[in-house]
């Protein structure tokens, strides 16, 4: 089922191995170019090596929520058993005070067990990681809405009138992230507003919405109240010669991790090309982008994506 509607186009903030002052710009300017949103990624070492500086998912959030006006902020993804699930409620509701009504909490189950253990975590088995992550999505969601303090026995999650006030302006809504066909993607039908298909697996996305919109139909929940977003490597360029050499570059530096950016659905090429890939996205469920642009200044290819995909998008 194709999407309906306006498309949604967000942009990850970049925060490995840069300043705040790099990463407050860059954002500030994604703003001024018209995207819908900004993200940072919750890791708590850089991805190939605890020696990589990152900056804090959810410090870094309160900071560009204080210094934007407009976008919404979101995490993609915050490890649900990285943090006190409680603490977290209150760290999120605090930062959309701050933001008036604009973040999205992504949620997923995380995978590098370091960040964990490292921090004074426990690292669970997958399974129980992902029974974490539905009993932080339940928690959280009563701790913004209920006006009696909470209490909830989970396997994991256990709180006994808990009180988290001011409440958050907006209930925000929750973005859940993965590929899990039998267990994520049942989460997400269950609890998410958001479900995000990882960059890794775009070139599955009919299939990931088609399993969502199976599991919403066993839970008996209209599938349209899911929206679906689309985690994908954008790598631009003013024309298809010289955007070739940069496809292969991409290809090179991430392997994969970003999914493939000469895949079937990949956002690469020329701003028409892209136009073009956008609309099979969305011919495939997709109604909501969070872009990683490829290039040490993101900012460029930004305004590249800005003058000539976003008009006409």
């Not at 309160?62 to 603490?87: D, F, Y």
């Not at 426990?122 to 809405?145: D, G, H, N, V, Y």
């Not at 209930?171 to 066909?181: F, V």
């Not at 954008?234 to 010669?241: F, G, K, M, N, S």
Request: overall charge negative; aromatic content about 6%.
């Amino acid at each position: 089922m194709a999407a309906t509607g306006k498309a949604h186009f967000g942009v990850n903030v970049p925060q490995i191995k840069r300043t705040w002052e790099e990463a407050s710009a860059a954002a500030r300017e994604f703003e001024d170019l018209g995207f819908d949103s900004i993200w940072v990624n919750d890791h708590l070492y850089g991805p190939q090596s605890p020696q990589i500086p990152i900056l804090e998912a959810w410090t870094a959030v309160a900071a560009l929520a204080a210094t934007t006006k407009r976008v919404e902020i979101g995490t993609l993804v915050t490890p649900a058993g990285m943090r006190n699930p409680a603490h977290l409620g209150k760290v999120i509701a605090t930062a959309d005070e701050i933001a008036g009504g604009r973040i999205i909490p992504g949620l997923g189950g995380g995978w590098m067990e370091r960040e964990f253990t490292d921090f004074g975590m426990p690292f669970l088995s997958t399974r129980e990681r992902l029974r974490q992550l539905e009993e932080t999505a339940i928690l959280l969601k009563r701790m913004w809405t209920e006006d009696e303090p909470v209490t909830y026995e989970g396997k994991h999650v256990r709180v006994e009138n808990l009180v988290c006030e001011p409440k958050p302006p907006r209930t925000p809504p929750i973005l859940i992230g993965g590929a899990g066909e039998r267990v994520t993607l049942r989460i997400a039908a269950q609890h998410a507003d958001i479900y995000n298909n990882l960059a890794g697996h775009h070139s599955n996305l009919a299939r990931k919405v088609e399993v969502l919109r199976e599991h919403c139909a066993d839970i008996g929940r209209d599938p349209s109240e899911i929206r679906i977003s689309q985690q994908t490597l954008v790598t631009i360029a003013p024309d298809e010669a010289s955007a070739g050499p940069m496809i292969e570059r991409a290809e090179r530096i991430f392997g994969g991790h970003l999914g493939d950016p000469t895949g079937p659905l990949a956002l690469s090429g020329s701003p028409e090309r892209i136009r073009d890939q956008i609309a099979a996205n969305r011919e495939a469920g997709c109604d909501m982008f969070v872009i990683e642009f490829f290039g040490r200044d993101t900012r460029e290819p930004a305004r590249l994506f800005a003058e000539k995909v976003l008009p006409y998008v």
